[in-house]
Each structure stands twice: as C-alpha cells, then as structure tokens.
C-alpha cells in the first residue's frame, strides 16, 4: 500500500519568492509515480508535474521543480518566482507502476502574498 | 481540446435522498474515475473503469453507492440514500492509458451538501 504525507497544512510565501512543498511517500514497490496537483478554489485538480521513480533527473516544468530524494523517500514541489495566481491547495499523489490508483496527501494550502 | 465535464456543479439534498452525478471524460479517454474529496483532505477513489468494465471499486460503499459507464464514454455516479458524511465534491477524472506516467484529467467537481 501507498502512503503520501504532507506536514505543511499552510505556508505563506511573499510574491517573487521561491516555496518549497514538503511531501514524503511509502512504498514497498519498487517502480511508482509522483504526481503534483494544484487545486485553486474554483475545485478543478490541475496536474503540475511527474516524477517517475527510475528518473535520474529532478523533473522540472516551468517555474515548477521536483525535488526527488529517493533515499529519503521525499518528493518536495520547488516553485520558484511564485506569483500571486499560486494561491492555492496543492497536493502530492502516487501511484505504483502496476497499479491504477493514485493515493494522495492531505495537502498544503499555499498563500503568496503581494 | 475540451476537458472532463461534469454537472450538476453543487447539489444539496436531505439525508435518506438519492442523487446523481454525470461525467463526460475527454474524448479518446479510455480510463475514467471517480474520487471523493472531503473538505479538508485530499480525494480517494472510489471506482475506477477501464472502457466499461470496472478496475477498482475496493473503497465505493456499495451498500449505497453505484456507478455505470455502460458505452465506454460518460459515466454516472449515484448516492441512494444519502447519509450526512456523504457531503462531499465529487470529483471525475479521465486518462489516456492506465499506470506509468499517465496523469489523470480532472473535471470541476460536484460539491454536494446533505442536510
């Protein structure tokens, strides 16, 4: 079974700054998927970015960055230049290789302010 | 390219009430979930299909929830009847394939509320 935990129920971030996003997994496979979802407050879940457990490199789109610690089994969302628009929920989710599912994190509430 | 639709957007209802939820998946979408999200937590599947047949359905209450994607394409989720824990958003999700790096699509969710 996955489990995603995210320790962060809020952070509040000046305009401009970078953010880091804190999520940690457990798993007993040994291939899986990180996913990262934004959720604004209109409700809709808005895929960020992936990480697959055999990449060697950091995932990165945009302003968005994975910081994949396989070791450490940490998988924490960098944005940098963060922008009034990143207000939101923002959620950390995996999935195993075989498997359908995603299992997702309780989530951090992210607010930039001007 | 359009995106999951879902309707009705927000629904209240009183406890012991049915209700259902309609989702159409983006086109070509073969996989198409549902999640319940409550407030304050992240979403968890409830059903999973794979054109019309059903992969996952470990955590759907079956004692009184229900959900069918008879032609492979939109699906609809039913409560029946409602219970107070049930107040939730509905969300729908679709993908291309199954497992690996296929992201899921998400709809814009029902928020339904039972009193």
């Known amino acids: 079974a996955q489990k995603i935990t995210q320790t962060q129920p809020g952070m509040f971030v000046q305009e401009k700054e970078a953010v880091t996003l804190d999520c940690t997994y457990d798993t007993s496979d040994q291939s899986y998927g990180l996913f990262w979802y934004k959720q604004p407050s209109s409700g809709e879940m808005i895929f960020l970015i992936y990480?697959?457990?055999?990449?060697?490199q950091n995932a990165t789109e945009g302003r968005y960055s994975l910081n994949f610690q396989k070791a450490r089994k940490s998988a924490n969302l960098v944005i940098s230049a963060s922008q009034l628009g990143d207000s939101a929920m923002y959620f950390c989710a995996m999935r195993g290789w075989g498997a359908q599912k995603l299992v997702f994190g309780q989530g951090t509430r992210l607010t930039i302010n001007p | 390219e359009a995106g999951v639709a879902q309707s009705p957007r927000y629904k209240i209802i009183e406890k012991r009430q049915s209700v259902a939820f309609w989702c159409n998946p983006i086109?070509?979408?073969?996989?198409l979930y549902w999640y319940q999200q409550i407030l304050g937590q992240g979403p968890k599947l409830l059903i999973q299909f794979q054109n019309n047949g059903v992969v996952d359905d470990s955590q759907l209450p079956k004692d009184r929830f229900s959900a069918e994607r008879l032609k492979g394409v939109d699906s609809t989720l039913k409560i029946q009847p409602a219970k107070l824990e049930d107040s939730a958003v509905y969300l729908c999700?679709?993908?291309?394939?199954?497992?690996?790096?296929?992201?899921?699509?998400f709809g814009p969710g029902t928020r339904l509320t039972v009193t």
């Open positions: 086109s070509g979408h073969a996989t």
């Open positions: 999700a679709s993908s291309l394939g199954t497992g690996g790096s296929y992201e899921q699509y």
């Open positions: 990480q697959g457990s055999y990449d060697e």
